[in-house]
């Protein structure tokens, strides 16, 4: 049993015609559609509109660009991946619709390196979508209902059985489904909004352990956890797995927790994000600032964990093959460290410039991949890299490693301190961000990003000279009480592990 448990449902937010501007009003050619009933209800909502000349054409059809940025905005798909279509330029209105859609994996494009992003899109491609979406099974046996059953392709057979026996795509009077047909721009609304109420969203806000002592229990839909001290056991999760910002610093256990989808981690700090006998397959770390601790254990496996800001990534005590791969793709380049300790993965590769990478002598890297300029510290083994980036420096170089044409060989770094350990980065400022008012959170922002410090908030009296600790305000975030009326505040931080310095606000 789930106790004290959220349910909420996506809401859809639709904008069709990119090029064309919406209009507010009533429609004016919906009147004795099927549909009419539904596109109203959205566009009350302000879910969709229709064109400046009061139309919403709900018979036209859609690009598969088009199709793929209402779906992003239904589901709320944010995080963007590398492409290389031939035919989406970089400056193309849908090439982040694109990018995103490739990165929550529910297309991947043509065999010849293109995405024909403005052709029309057919109901057996939007059912293949709205499958991988959904993480439905394929069912072609589903499929066999309709009257032109055994014209349905074979690539897409199972999606079409399976979206028509979720309830979510159904066919036309005459009893067929006509998968090669365009899909319409009502038909989209229709089978958008079906799939919506199909996916659910579990959401965790209180401390406290969820999931059964023993057997399993499966989720549905996706998961939120956005509370600290909650612990996840024996569950199958068949959509994503959110660990949100509310978390904070704190820390979150998952259990014998399988995530059939990917996770995201935006909350944790330096206590930790456990996974015990866990498997997950994506893991993105995107956390704004500070660093997030993963702790991998027992049979874990992680397929691939895609760090966008700092991480500490440990393996203790490993029964199962662990971590497969991780990627630093960062969104701007940009100081972000890792720090690999004890870890065995079959695949590194940094995408982003700026990262500095630290591990110790219990981490072994089979392929390391430098695509941006990068530094290397500690004791770490790297049996073979491919260097594609000028700039790179290492303090134990790799076993083997090739250099691409054109491109600077990596130097070795020596530390000054001469001791052939890790140097310390020294923490160089301190700010605080936040309105002086009781009740309001202050938050402090260290320099730089990343960095692991102790907090300390401290007061004094407008009119004093001395500064005192306030009890219990060792936090990255403080709220003011009270107590602080008519005093002034500050922090003051001091770096730990691979941070050296102690820095106040004022």
């Avoid at 109420?197 to 549905?220: F, H």
């Avoid at 006998?277 to 397929?303: A, F, M």
């Avoid at 305000?473 to 602080?484: D, G, R």
């Amino acid at each position: 049993m789930r106790s004290r448990v959220s349910i909420v449902v996506i809401a859809l937010c639709l904008i069709f015609g990119m090029a064309a501007a919406v209009y507010a009003a009533p429609l004016t050619d919906t009147e004795n559609h099927w549909a009419k009933e539904l596109i109203n209800a959205w566009v009350e909502k302000g879910l969709i509109s229709g064109y400046e000349d009061g139309t919403f054409r709900p018979d036209n059809n859609i690009t598969r660009a088009e199709f793929m940025a209402l779906v992003n905005r239904a589901f709320n798909y944010q995080e963007k991946a590398e492409i290389d279509y031939k035919d989406v330029a970089d400056t193309a209105w849908y090439a982040d619709a694109v990018k995103i859609a490739r990165a929550a994996g529910y297309i991947s494009g043509y065999e010849d390196d293109t995405m024909k992003p403005d052709n029309p899109i057919s109901r057996q491609e939007a059912a293949t979508i709205i499958m991988k979406i959904l993480r439905l099974e394929e069912n072609t046996s589903g499929a066999d209902k309709f009257n032109d059953a055994a014209g349905i392709p074979a690539w897409s057979k199972g999606a079409v059985g399976a979206v028509a026996s979720a309830g979510i795509m159904g066919g036309y009077p005459d009893g067929t489904f006509k998968a090669a047909n365009l899909i319409k721009r009502a038909e989209a609304v229709v089978a958008l909004d079906k799939a919506l109420s199909s996916k659910v969203d579990v959401i965790y806000d209180k401390a406290g352990t969820y999931g059964p002592a023993s057997g399993s229990e499966e989720i549905k839909g996706n998961v939120i956890i956005s509370a600290a001290k909650v612990n996840l056991q024996n569950l199958v999760i068949e959509g994503n797995l959110t660990i949100d910002k509310a978390v904070g610093d704190g820390d979150v256990h998952l259990k014998q927790v399988t995530v059939k989808g990917d996770t995201y981690i935006y909350g944790g700090g330096k206590d930790s994000v456990y996974f015990i006998d866990s498997q997950t397959g994506r893991t993105y770390v995107l956390k704004d600032d500070g660093p997030i601790r993963i702790v991998v254990s027992g049979t874990t496996e992680i397929n691939e964990i895609i760090a966008q800001s700092g991480v500490t990534v440990e393996e203790v005590d490993l029964a199962g093959e662990g971590i497969e791969g991780i990627t630093i793709d960062k969104k701007v380049d940009g100081n972000i460290e890792i720090n690999l300790k004890g870890v065995n993965v079959e695949s590194l590769k940094i995408n982003t410039a700026g990262v500095t990478v630290r591990t110790d002598g219990d981490t072994v890297i089979d392929k390391l991949a430098v695509n941006k300029k990068a530094d290397f510290r500690g004791s770490g083994t790297i049996k073979y890299a491919y260097i594609n980036a000028d700039g790179v420096t290492f303090e134990k170089m790799p076993e083997k490693y090739e250099v691409a044409e054109g491109v600077k060989p990596p130097t070795i770094y020596r530390p000054s301190s001469g001791g052939g350990g890790i140097s310390k980065v020294a923490v160089s400022a301190i700010s605080v961000e936040g309105v002086a008012k009781v009740g309001e959170t202050l938050t402090a922002k260290v320099t730089p990003t990343g960095a692991t410090v102790n907090y300390q908030w401290q007061a004094r009296a407008d009119d004093g000279t001395t500064w005192d600790d306030i009890a219990d305000a060792t936090s990255k975030t403080y709220i003011l009480s009270e107590n602080e009326v008519g005093k002034l505040i500050r922090v003051k931080v001091t770096g730990t592990g691979n941070y050296t310095g102690t820095k106040t606000s004022v």
